[in-house]
């Protein structure tokens, strides 16, 4: 297991000293705010970071399969990393974040390849319905208040028969980490402790029956359920992460179908 804040957020489902806090949602103060304060921060750790550039990255893109040609959203874009590589996959990307700092990061990875805009995810979006072939979300639905809100949205902009990609962190693991009755659908805050400073991280934490119970009245199928394994380049830069993702899973990936209007 990292030491505690070793791998920051959208990296390591490890994590300890959560506390169980039940939230009212509020959109203008979303569990993702911390990210505009450590944004520079976590671009420079995502770059080639253990949990992100070596094992949700990688194992989602590949869940997505081919992208050419295609009109992909990638709600939650952080610093731009998965769009990145679904341009070079030939894809045509628009992204979206909450966060303005993320955003300005995006737009100077991304230059004129990419549409990024500031969009917090929950509330409508700019853009008509089925206006997309596919979309990426990656480690951000768990710091999403509405995440059915959100869904219903990502649905709405999705054609039919579009993919919609997500990963988030792994429930049970969450769960045995944190203590308390699986069941519980509870906010978590973590103490990330990095050189540059310490941030205050929360999350949601929830059962897997709540996650694909918004999953389903949002409006789609599961096609695929994967719980993924680190790649290789993993085990030969970080032993011991891999060794860990081997016998415990991080990350709990999802391969989504909008389901077809009745």
Not at 7 to 20: D, I, K, L
Not at 125 to 136: E, G, H, K, R, W
Not at 229 to 236: C, G, I, Y
Request: contains cysteine.
């Amino acid at each position: 297991r990292p030491a505690e804040g070793d791998v920051p957020a959208r990296e390591c489902a490890w994590r300890s000293g959560g506390r169980r806090v039940h939230r009212v949602p509020r959109m203008d103060d979303h569990l993702g705010r911390v990210y505009d304060s450590m944004a520079s921060m976590f671009e420079r750790h995502a770059a080639d970071g253990a949990y992100n550039a070596h094992y949700d990255r990688p194992a989602l893109l590949e869940l997505l399969g081919d992208v050419r040609g295609k009109r992909v959203l990638d709600a939650g874009c952080g610093p731009g990393f998965y769009s990145e590589q679904l341009i070079e996959r030939g894809a045509q990307v628009v992204a979206i974040d909450a966060s303005e700092p993320m955003v300005e990061l995006a737009r100077a990875r991304l230059g004129d390849r990419c549409v990024v805009q500031q969009q917090m995810l929950g509330e409508a979006m700019p853009f008509d319905d089925n206006s997309f072939d596919a979309i990426v979300c990656a480690l951000t639905i768990h710091h999403v208040d509405d995440r059915h809100a959100a869904l219903v949205q990502l649905c709405r902009v999705l054609r039919p028969g579009g993919v919609l990609v997500l990963s988030t962190q792994h429930p049970t693991t969450d769960w045995l980490h944190k203590g308390g009755s699986y069941f519980d659908v509870v906010v978590e805050t973590d103490v990330w402790k990095r050189p540059e400073g310490n941030w205050q991280v929360s999350f949601w934490r929830e059962p897997l029956t709540s996650l694909c119970d918004a999953i389903f009245r949002a409006g789609f199928l599961i096609e695929r359920l994967v719980e993924p394994l680190p790649a290789d380049s993993m085990r030969e830069r970080w032993p011991e992460y891999h060794a860990q993702l081997l016998e415990e899973p991080g990350f709990l990936h999802l391969r989504l179908l909008k389901r077809p209007v009745v």
